[in-house]
């Protein structure tokens, strides 16, 4: 009933972008220096591009969850590579598609 906006899809540069900023807010955050470069968020990208299968489905939502997934992984386990990390057997990105915040039995609706 109300209006509708359509908004383009991000970019790979803006969601390179995206992800720069969230590595410097989370280094700052957790106080640490940050040593990821730009070549390594490509590669986290194309990894979950390629395991997904379906770039065209992926939300920014879906890859910032995943990615800041990672990113706790990284600060708790200094010892860790990061892309050891991303093209290991045990990363398992979120299902295009599914958030994992509901259930699948639950319908929404609004009265």
Do not use: W
Request: aromatic share 8%.
């Amino acid at each position: 009933l109300g209006p509708v906006m359509r908004l383009n899809p991000l970019s790979q540069q803006e969601i390179l972008l995206l992800l720069q900023k969230i590595t410097e807010i989370h280094a700052l955050n957790f106080g640490y220096t940050q040593n990821l470069k730009n070549a390594d968020l490509k590669a986290f990208v194309q990894e979950i591009v390629n395991r997904l299968g379906a770039a065209a489905l992926l939300t920014p939502g879906e890859i910032i969850r995943d990615f800041i997934s990672v990113l706790n992984i990284l600060y708790q386990n200094p010892g860790k590579s990061f892309h050891e990390l991303i093209h290991g057997a045990e990363f398992k990105p979120t299902v295009v598609g599914k958030d994992s915040d509901t259930d699948d039995d639950v319908a929404e609706f609004s009265l």
